[in-house]
């Protein structure tokens, strides 16, 4: 479950909060459309402020030259990077919202070794890997795609939304909210019964005529 309170519909007294609860959260309580819990919304409404900072960041989807599918392209392969699987789920659905083929969509997560993208868009998914997975750290080269294809503005809000993004990304698996609310699968398998308190280091170094 969420490792933060979830505030109640009754308690929601921000317009802007009670609005996104009002339009989003199924009758009853009963989580999204999308078949998420709903619970980001109900926690993020611990703080008015940081709720209407984040909603924010929607404006950016009206009024953007930037081509649509491009956008989700580096926030699916931001939550898959950043093993999210809340993000990585949503923007899956945006991009099948927009027309993007199935195929194409399930080809984000192994993009490298794809022929489904394009030249803007493998620049796209690797300026995603590079902002997410290496800190930043941009070739020269695959910023040579973007900028042949793409005026500063635009490539100024991918990297934007893209950022924004990990950091979702990051804070639902921390707090534990939506599809991110699932056991850490990094945990000790425990050896046969018997193996008690065994040294495998011996095992493997030990000489044996």
Known sequence: MARLRRVPREEMTDPVVAFFHDRLILPGGAGTATGSPGDWWEVFALDPKIFRHCVKGFELYRDTALDPVL?????????????????????????????????KVRAVAH?????????????????????????????????????????????????????????????????????????????EVPAPDGYGARDIAEDLTTRRE
């Open 71 to 103: 956008r989700e392209l580096g926030q699916v392969r931001a939550g898959w990077a950043r093993q999210s699987q809340f993000v990585y789920s949503q923007h899956c659905k945006q991009l099948r919202a927009l027309g993007v083929p199935e195929e």
């Open 111 to 187: 993009w490298a070794v794809s022929d489904l993208f394009d030249e803007l868009e493998r620049a796209v998914l690797a300026y995603t890997d590079a902002l997410v997975l290496d800190g930043g750290r941009v070739h020269d080269e695959v910023f040579g795609v973007l900028k042949r294809h793409l005026p500063d503005e635009q490539i100024l809000e991918l990297t934007y939304v893209t950022c924004l993004y990990e950091m979702h990304a990051t804070m639902v698996r921390a707090l534990r909210l939506e599809f991110d609310d699932r056991p850490d699968p990094i945990v």
